[in-house]
């Protein structure tokens, strides 16, 4: 058994499938991915739970399957969030330098950060995640740490993610039931980033997509920091909804083609090609064009990017984007997905790598474990603040979710 208080465990409640990963913190301060639980998904529509009773029983399934490869007792999560609900903008704050010498001093950053945390949001929705990122003093920007410098005006750009408070309640409260604390929740995009960028991606402009089953999260980086963050609740189900309804088939056997002969990309190489299905007697019942199916996938596919692509257009931050598009979730597994994504955004693009984490590779190595394993990454962040003498994140982060949802944060 692993010594419970270096254990941390990520949970991606997904359209398809829920996946609880296990990552142990060592006395080094690696971290090791030690066991992973997955669980078909029933209960999930677009990333949020539509059925609470069946979504509790996937997790506690997903959660057993981890405890046993991991040999340990899952008694918290890390418990990463989406849906077409959820937001993301930046928002500016300022704080006039008031002492008699204009030095700035880390009272006054304090001062600036709660103001530009006093957000004015719907009644309804609730803040996620406030991101610090650079500072500005008397107009100059880009300042990492401003105290001990002179200014009049000290001026600090967040971005902020936030959603709707009942839709981020529900998943908190299909964990609680089963007797789980949930340390924090984490933007689903956030967490992939996380896990599959490096330094100088996040400093030369990286943008990340996940391509879930029933939403998809991008995030953007450049200069080292969170630039813009979006979710569109458009999926690989969405594909396979397209093959049902345009090869005139039920939808099982829609993605059983999309997962046997799809591909991102138009092939007229395959013009005159076909596939025949059979019956459950194993008769022949239909034949399938093989290029009309590809077709399908390619327009479905292009217009989840190009929604993206505009979006990050209209943010002005397609030309900051030096390192390309990082491809991620279990779409990333769509043969010639990479190409459709640099035809559309006219950069490179490739399937995210794990990096800086070690141990299980049918977990590291699989795209569509990026956010759960970056739920863990965040966890081990979050691990060290406490150990180099932070507040206590057991107080601490339960003390954010009790001002999120209510209750006792467990």
Known sequence: ????????????????????????????????????????????????????????????????????????????????????????????????????????????????????????????????????????????????NPVGMFGARIEVDVHVVHGHFNRLQNPIRAVKALQLDVEDIVFNGLAASLALLEAHQKELGTLVIDLGSGATEFVVYADGIIKHTGVIAVGGDHVSNDLAYGLKLPLGRAEQLKIQHGGALADPTLKGQSVTLTNDLGFPDKIVNLEHLRRIMSLRLEEIFAIIASEVQAAGLLDYLRCGVVLAGGGARVPQITQLAEKVFGLPASIGQTTAISGLKSALNQPEFAAATGLVKFGSFESKKRTSGSRSITQGLKNRITQLFGGNGK
Do not use: W
Request: with cysteine; proline share 1%.
């Open 1 to 144: 058994m692993f010594d419970s208080s270096s254990i941390i465990v990520g949970l991606d409640i997904g359209t398809s499938k829920v996946c609880a990963v296990v990552g142990e913190l060592t006395d080094g301060g690696a971290l090791n991915i030690i066991g992973i639980g997955q669980a078909k998904s029933r209960g999930v529509r677009k990333g949020e739970i539509v059925d609470a009773t069946v979504t509790g029983e996937d997790i506690r399934n997903a959660i057993a399957e981890a405890e046993q490869m991991a040999d340990v007792e899952i008694r918290s999560v890390y418990l990463g969030i989406t849906g077409n609900h959820i937001r993301g903008f930046t928002n500016r704050g300022f704080h006039p330098v008031v002492s008699d010498d204009r030095e700035i001093s880390e009272e006054d950053v304090q001062d600036v950060i709660k103001n530009a945390k006093a957000i004015n949001l719907p009644a309804e929705n609730r803040v996620v995640h406030v991101i610090r990122q650079h500072f500005i003093v008397d107009g100059q920007g880009e300042i990492q």
